[in-house]
């Protein structure tokens, strides 16, 4: 499985942005799709997931009604909207996949996409 995530920018705080992330290979085993983040000088974490097969999402408390993960199967696509984004947002945001049952286990993905930089600026 390959990942190709992109979006990512300078915005100021209150501002959105769309990620989005195109998989493509052997996608048929890695039902799980999800967004991580990472901070400098601080752990990659969890941010949203999403099955490619139902409609379940998955969150972190801290972006819950801000951000949005989203999938279009006829695109291999994710993508993740990220609304009334605040300084604490700026981190590399990572897309991954996994066959898992729980999408909030960073050590179940398998399959990582490059990052990309989102900076929100005060």
């Known amino acids: 499985v390959q990942l190709q995530a992109s979006g990512g920018g300078l915005v100021q705080a209150g501002g959105s942005l769309r990620l989005s992330c195109v998989a493509s290979?052997?996608?048929?085993?890695?039902?799980?799709m999800g967004w991580f983040r990472q901070a400098p000088g601080k752990e990659r974490e969890f941010v949203a997931a999403?099955?490619?097969?139902?409609?379940?999402?998955y969150y972190t408390e801290s972006v819950k009604g801000r951000f949005t993960i989203s999938r279009d199967n006829t695109k291999n696509t994710v993508y993740l909207q990220m609304n009334s984004l605040k300084p604490e947002d700026t981190a590399v945001y990572y897309c991954?996949?996994?066959?898992?049952?729980?999408?909030?286990?960073?050590?179940?993905?398998?399959?990582w996409g490059q990052g990309t930089q989102v900076t929100v600026s005060s």
């Open positions: 290979g052997r996608t048929f085993n890695s039902d799980v």
């Open positions: 991954a996949a996994a066959d898992t049952s729980d999408p909030r286990r960073i050590y179940e993905y398998n399959y």
């Open positions: 999403i099955r490619w097969s139902g409609y379940s999402t």
